[in-house]
Structures are given as C-alpha cells and as structure tokens.
C-alpha cells in the first residue's frame, strides 16, 4: 500500500512525531506530500532488525476514514471490491477501492470497529480520492463518512519480538473498568492476524491491530496525535536495543520481500486485480452489484501483462521501469518491466516484481532484465519471496 518514494527536502506536511524524527537523526523525504523520515541512519541496519528484532515506523500520513451507520455494511459492499459486511467485530480486511471498469484505485485495509461502524484506511497519496469515492458510493445508502485522518497517528511495531516489547511496555490496558495490563497482554497473546482491539494507553483510546507491511509478526497502534510522540518513545526505551527506529526505504525492502504489492507500481488505474495477483480479493459471490463488477466480470485483454517475482544471481539489482526481455540474447523481444526491485537484504541477491506478457509468465521461466544496458538472466519464481517462518 503506497505510493513512489522521492528523495529530498521537503516542504510537505509533517507528522505529529516529526521533532521526535529530527532529534533522531533521521534523513526526510517527499511522500505523497508528506515530509516523512526515509532512514535514520542505515537501511540494512533498519531492515535487518524488523527480520531479526524490532521495527518503529511511522505511519501517520496514511488515511483514516470512517463509515458509521445502519447501513455501514451494505454501503461498502458496494462501495468496495470485498464482502465487508460479513467480517466480525475487530477484524481486519485487506480490500480494494475499483474504478467502474475494474482498475485500482486504491488497495485498503476495512476494520470493524462497531457493529456499524467501520474504518478505512488509505493510502496518503489517494487519500483524498478514497473520500470522495466513499462519499459519493455511499450516498443512497443510511451511513455517514469522516476524514479522520487529521485526527489519527499511527505507529507499526513490526518484528519477532513485537509483542514482547508491547507486553513490556507500561501504560496500555483494556477499554472497560476494571481491566489493567494483565488483561491487555492476555488480549494481545490472543489476538489474531488481522485482528484489533480496542485498547487504552495511558486512559486514551488506542486501537491495536495485529497487522503490518513488513511479511514479519507485528502490531498496528491507532492513537491520538498529541499521544504519539509519547508512545513511541515509551516503546523505544521498553525495547531498548531489541528495537530500532526505521524508515520508509527499509520499510519498501521488507514489503518487497514479502511479495506485498505498492500501489503505484504494482496497482494503479490501468491494473485489474487479477493481473496483480489479488483476484481472490474480489468478492465476485456477494449479492447485488458492487462498483466495478461490470469491468472485472469483463476482465482484462488476454494478452494483458501478469504480476510474477525474479530472482538473479549477482549483485546488479532491476529497479522499477526496467525493461523484461524474453531471454539474454540482443533480439529476444520485449516483454514487460519491473515495477520493483532490489538487492534483498534478506536473501542476498537481486529480486524484482515485473508485469510481463502471460506466455512468460511460468515459474522457471528464464528471462533477462536490461540492467543499465546489460541484459542479466533472471528466473520466474513464485511470491513472496520471504515467508515468515520458512
């Protein structure tokens, strides 16, 4: 979920935990109008401790927004590709914004957080489209839509030990009288992947959802501005050495390991979800009509280019835009490009997402990507490229 990181100054808008970033040392960049840390002072350093430790993002410039009424459910049916009417209280669901002919708009994650009452959230650089495509689709229905995105920070705790550094942390607790941190560690042993609850930290509201965008273990945190810089802090010194702070370049390396797709290069207008691989989030079974249903029922050309992984050997990564080639050789044709690609961390040689024509698109495939004019063989393989646990 995201959008094309630019490096430089920026004179965007600024995080509530900005001074929090400055003092830290961390190198800021553009991103989608936000001036956001990009690291702090390594990317493998940052990258390798949410694999091996701890990560502390900050995700404050995503968007919230919330569709509360009788209708709630029904509205983003319709509004949306998936079915999130059926989803339970505290869930989760990963899901897509479709234009009428079945491109992305967006990809979102939809909590539940009432019984008719419902969070979405955006990505920063489409979060004024995701309202007005709310506002406008929910319209006939009994709901009301909120931006509260100003009114929301949002800090990712991500790695191994996530939740033994949450557990340690002191000030969190459970909504409700009576209820202290005991019930609150016993809450997040038991919470499930896509899952949140509604917590307290330090007697504020604080949603905690098990979620992330790194392909490791790892919490959420949904907290008032004011409280963020607190919390991180509170966080930081719990975890001590166990957890660093991270930036947006470690944070798109982790995601791309993960197989996990950026919307802007994975997703876009001119993407049908099945193209990305994302088919199963469309909700084809729901009853009645749902924007965009017209268009996926149609579905793509079938020659349309199809998402797969390469991997090369060597150092010489592939980065997005790229040319794909149907083998080494000067005229193998052209046959798609690289959306994303770096030398993985993790893995320690060179990995890329590429839309390419469908007749290469067969794990063991042998292509080659034009690597600043040399053509270096890469193979087709299944994603993700990291699995937790693997």
Same mark, same amino acid.
């Given at each position: ?25 961390? #190198? ?122 100003? *009114? ?37 042993? *038991? ?60 944070? *798109? ?125 890469? #193979? ?11």
């Amino acid at each position: 979920m995201s959008d094309t990181v630019q490096t430089g100054a920026s004179a965007g808008r600024r995080s509530p935990l900005h001074e929090v970033h400055a003092a830290l040392g961390a #190198s800021f960049t553009d991103f989608a109008g936000w001036e956001m840390p990009v690291r702090y002072a390594s990317d493998l350093v940052e990258h390798h401790a949410v694999r091996t430790k701890a990560g502390l993002f900050d995700l404050s410039h995503m968007g919230e927004i919330v569709v509360v009424g009788p209708e709630a459910g029904a509205a983003l049916d319709y509004a949306l590709a998936g079915k999130l009417s059926a989803i339970a209280l505290g869930q989760a669901k990963y899901t897509l914004l479709l234009a009428r002919d079945g491109g992305v708009i967006d990809d979102l994650v939809v909590y539940r957080t009432g019984e008719d009452r419902f969070m979405v959230v955006a990505n920063a650089g489409n979060r004024e489209v995701a309202v007005a495509e709310l506002l406008e689709r929910t319209a006939p229905f009994d709901v009301e839509v909120f931006d509260q995105s100003d *009114d929301v920070a949002l800090i990712a705790l991500q790695g191994p030990d996530a939740l033994e550094v949450l557990l340690e942390t002191p000030g969190f607790g459970i909504q409700g009288p009576g209820n202290d941190h005991d019930d609150f560690a016993d809450a997040m042993r *038991d919470l499930k992947y896509y899952r949140a609850v509604a917590a307290e930290y330090e007697g504020e509201p604080v949603l905690v959802a098990r979620t992330g965008y790194t392909g490791e273990d790892g919490f959420e945190l949904y907290v008032a501005p004011e409280r963020a810089a607190g919390l991180w802090r509170n966080l930081a010194e719990t975890g001590g050495p166990r957890v660093v702070p991270c930036g947006l370049a470690s944070r *798109d390396t982790l995601r791309l390991e993960a197989g996990m797709p950026l919307y802007g290069h994975e997703l876009g207008l001119d993407t049908h979800p099945v193209q990305a691989g994302l088919g199963r989030v469309v909700a084809l079974t729901k009853e009645g009509d749902f924007v965009g249903r017209a268009g996926i029922e149609r579905g793509p050309r079938a020659d349309a280019p199809v998402l797969v992984g390469l991997r090369a050997e060597g150092r010489r990564a592939a980065r997005a835009g790229y040319a794909v080639h149907a083998g080494t050789a000067d005229d193998a044709p052209d046959i798609g490009v690289v959306t994303s690609g770096v030398l993985s961390p993790t893995l320690g040689h060179p990995i890329a997402m590429a839309f390419v024509h469908p007749d290469h698109a067969e794990p063991g495939t042998v292509l080659a990507v034009d690597v600043r004019g040399t053509r270096i063989e890469a #193979s087709v393989v299944p994603l993700p490229f990291y699995r937790r646990g693997a």
